[in-house]
């Protein structure tokens, strides 16, 4: 299986800052990768997949990069509205895999 | 607008049996791979299995194979999750996902399942 992991596991950032969340798989997943955020109580919701592509309605704030084993999300400008768990996900092998989460809190 | 709604969800002893199911509108359903997908209390998310638009493919997670089986009903647009023999460690909140351009694009609202005793 691969495993996924994300760092870090949880980040304290204020309203208006820009944050940088990292995704490592454990072999190579070419760009199959997604990014998903959860607001407690509530389903996931997608975000990012192909490792940089938005889905559609998802504001430009949000943006993804990397291939292979390294991937980044990167959130700009974070507002109220932001403050959640985040998810990267694999899709290149079976059984598709979870990084463990990242949660992100207001300083 | 794609609506996912689960039911069946609530709670059984462990060893016992539980159907899900999820009824899908505002897509063509038939044209889309579908996906359960779980969250047990407090936890991460785990893919648990899919299956592809024409029912004709079948992946699970090795955790449930052999007790679960997915399936589907293009004609009623719906999915299904029979689960058996299920064990105190599949108390989870499952949540039906559609692929479309990504993975797990859209999602219902989750249906929770707790096994205990």
């Known amino acids: 299986d691969i495993h996924m992991t994300q760092s870090p596991s949880s980040l304290s950032a204020s309203v208006g800052d820009r944050v940088t969340i990292t995704c490592r798989a454990s072999?190579?997943?070419?760009?199959?990768l997604a990014w998903f955020q959860q607001k407690p109580g509530k389903a996931p919701k997608s975000l990012i997949y192909a490792a940089s592509r938005l889905q559609s309605g998802v504001p430009s704030k949000f943006s993804g990069s990397g291939s292979g084993t390294d991937f980044t999300l990167t959130i700009s400008s974070l507002q109220p509205e932001d403050f959640a768990t985040y998810y990267c996900?694999?899709?290149?092998?079976?059984?598709?895999?979870f990084g463990q989460g990242t949660k992100l809190e207001i300083k | 607008e794609v609506q996912l709604v689960e039911s069946g969800g609530g709670l059984v002893q462990p060893g016992e049996s539980l159907r899900l199911s999820c009824a899908a509108s505002?897509?063509?359903?038939?044209?889309?791979?579908m996906n359960w997908v779980r969250q047990a209390p407090g936890k991460g998310l785990e893919w648990v299995a899919n299956i592809k638009r024409d029912g004709s493919e079948k992946n699970y997670v090795d955790s449930v194979k052999g007790r679960f089986t997915i399936s589907r009903d293009n004609a009623e647009n719906s999915l299904y999750l029979q689960m058996n023999n299920l064990r105190a460690e599949d108390t989870a909140v499952y949540y039906c996902?559609?692929?479309?351009?990504?993975?797990?694009?859209?999602w219902g609202q989750g249906t929770l399942v707790t096994v205990s005793s």
């Open positions: 072999q190579g997943i070419s760009s199959y």
């Open positions: 996902a559609t692929d479309g351009p990504g993975p797990f694009d859209d």
């Open positions: 996900q694999q899709y290149h092998s079976y059984p598709r895999t």
């Open positions: 505002g897509f063509t359903f038939s044209n889309s791979w």
